[in-house]
């Protein structure tokens, strides 16, 4: 069955331009991560929803970062005025339901540079 | 929060030869220890995970152990094969009281390359 997809794989923004990125997780997942991959680093948690529901956005770096999921499918997450340091790929994974016993399948990623 | 560190950032070995990937973790209540590869460009894959109630996991040529007195966990690969090469995440996850929903804490990886 198809899995994880993101859009746009590549996205190059002009610094102060907003942009909205693409999660498609698999059909009947309960959970959705964000987090996000600096160039050499390992990915770091950004948000998690759980159906619709946000129930963590501890990771989130700043104000200018909105993730949303209002149909419980579908994810997007936003940067508002973005900027050099936002630069790196964002990775969405989904997981059935919620808890450690499941697998987190990953997406491919979008990487965002900012210039 | 969880601190994982992951050594060494670089590994070359040769084909045949075996690998070690350390991690070691900060948080007591860390309980479930996944490790992913990631290929150039490509999507991190789970490859082996362990949980707390268990010291070791083998998986044909993957192996994973867990020491939780001294948290620190490593990934061994015997054999090793040129597709080994690639990028490889250990991570820790706990359980947070009735809101275990599995976020991950990641280390930094570890570039693996595999001479033939």
């Known amino acids: 069955g198809a899995g994880v997809s993101q859009s746009p794989r590549y996205k190059v923004a002009k610094r102060g331009q907003d942009v909205a990125l693409r999660c498609d997780p698999i059909?009947?997942?309960?959970?959705l991560f964000w987090y996000q991959q600096a160039l050499g680093q390992g990915p770091e948690f950004l948000t998690y929803f759980q159906n619709e529901a946000q129930l963590d956005k501890s990771g989130l770096p700043s104000d200018r970062f909105f993730a949303e999921r209002p149909e419980g499918s579908v994810s997007t997450l936003k940067i508002q005025r973005t900027q050099q340091e936002d630069s790196a790929v964002y990775l969405c994974?989904?997981?059935?339901?919620?808890?450690?016993?499941?697998?987190?399948?990953f997406g491919p990623g979008t990487r965002l540079t900012v210039t | 929060g969880e601190n994982v560190e992951q050594h060494p950032s670089t590994l070359s070995v040769q084909e045949g030869d075996s690998a070690v990937i350390k991690c070691t973790y900060s948080d007591s209540a860390s309980n479930y220890f996944p490790w992913y590869k990631q290929e150039l460009g490509k999507r991190p894959q789970l490859i082996i995970d362990i949980r707390s109630n268990v010291g070791e996991k083998k998986d044909q040529r993957i192996a994973v152990t867990l020491n939780k007195t001294a948290k620190h966990f490593s990934l061994h690969i015997t054999e090793t094969q040129p597709e080994d090469s690639a990028v490889y995440f250990c991570?820790?996850?706990?359980?947070?009281?009735?809101?275990?929903?599995?976020?991950?804490?990641f280390g930094q990886g570890t570039i693996l390359t595999v001479h033939p």
């Open positions: 991570a820790a996850s706990r359980s947070a009281g009735g809101t275990s929903y599995g976020k991950l804490t």
């Open positions: 059909s009947g997942h309960v959970s």
């Open positions: 994974a989904s997981c059935l339901l919620p808890g450690q016993s499941y697998e987190q399948y």
